[in-house]
């Protein structure tokens, strides 16, 4: 992944219309020299990796408010494999328990940002988990 800018797509799953946080971390992410693609709001799991597919992303990030990662972040994953994604990391952030925390991660989820992580903590995360 070092030879060319670190690709990200950012969406919202579900009928979760609240979109700060991901603009948020699209635009400090873009600004550190990544490629964003940001899908933005109300989209399904298949949209996503679709479009993860379509825009030969690196990661794959979501940001979720309304309590629904549980169940969204299975379909995602199953999407992304489907369609021979395996390679594409997928990280999570907003409001998520700690203690589902490591359930995420033994999902597959390469990493999860809960409330008030630094933006600079994101890409940091992101530019060294790509060298990897």
Same mark, same amino acid.
């Given at each position: 992944?070092? &030879? =060319? ?5 950012? *969406?919202?799953?579900?009928?979760? $219309? ?12 873009? /600004?550190?020299?990544? &490629?964003?693609?940001?899908? !933005? ?5 298949? /949209?996503?990796?679709?479009? +993860?597919? *379509? &825009? ?6 979501? *940001?979720?408010?309304? $309590? ?10 199953? /999407?992304?494999?489907? =369609? !021979?994604?395996? +390679?594409? %990391?997928?990280?999570? !952030? ?11 991660? /033994?999902?597959?989820? %390469? ?9 600079? +903590?994101?890409?940091?995360?992101? %530019?060294?988990?790509? =060298?990897?």
């Amino acid at each position: 992944m070092a &030879e =060319r800018p670190i690709r990200i797509l950012i *969406s919202k799953l579900g009928l979760d $219309g609240h979109d700060r946080g991901a603009k948020l971390v699209a635009h400090a992410l873009r /600004e550190a020299g990544m &490629e964003v693609v940001f899908l !933005g709001i109300r989209h399904t799991a298949a /949209e996503v990796a679709e479009t +993860a597919a *379509s &825009e030969n992303v690196d990661y794959v990030g979501l *940001s979720f408010l309304a $309590g629904d990662h549980m169940t969204l972040v299975p379909k995602v994953i199953r /999407e992304l494999k489907d =369609r !021979g994604l395996d +390679a594409v %990391r997928l990280i999570v !952030g907003g409001i998520i328990l700690k203690e589902q925390v490591p359930a995420l991660l /033994e999902m597959g989820v %390469r990493q999860v940002f809960l409330p008030g992580t630094p933006l600079r +903590a994101i890409e940091e995360y992101i %530019r060294h988990d790509a =060298r990897q």
